[in-house]
């Protein structure tokens, strides 16, 4: 079997070099093995997990969460409890931030059609930057 390279072992899985040496690091991806120049050489399955890891960091998990779905993918045949509470978790974050994103898009709507694009002295955008208390949502 052809051992990889870590410039493609980054190139195939989408993570640029130094963040593989990083997941390296902190033990989402095990040691690979060394060539006799001692320059790291990488199998398929690291290459799998790396673009999962990528995957998963693109879908917004944190690393913990990560490794925690890397264990249970590393033994199938246990029960997907923890993986769905892992999800289901992440999904309540995306949904929270996507409330705090459209208040802050109505607070953008409201500052925007408030502006008399007179002067500056008159300027909604600004009065409002100015004063948090004219905002309509507190928490945006």
Known sequence: MKK???????????????????????????????????QRSFE????????????ARELGFEIDAIRTLLTLQDDPHQSCASADAIAK?????????????MALKAELEIMVEGCGHGR?????????????GQCMHPHH
């Open 89 to 101: 978790a992440r999904l309540v974050e995306v949904e929270q931030r996507i409330r705090s994103l």
């Open 4 to 38: 990889i390279t870590i410039g493609e072992a980054a190139r195939q899985s989408g993570v640029k070099v130094p963040t593989v040496r990083y997941y390296e690091s902190i033990g989402l991806l095990a040691a690979p093995s060394r060539s006799e120049g001692n």
């Open 120 to 132: 500056v002295d008159q300027c909604r955008v600004i009065e409002v930057l100015a004063d948090h």
């Open 44 to 55: 398929p399955a690291d290459i799998s997990r790396l673009a999962f890891i990528r995957h």
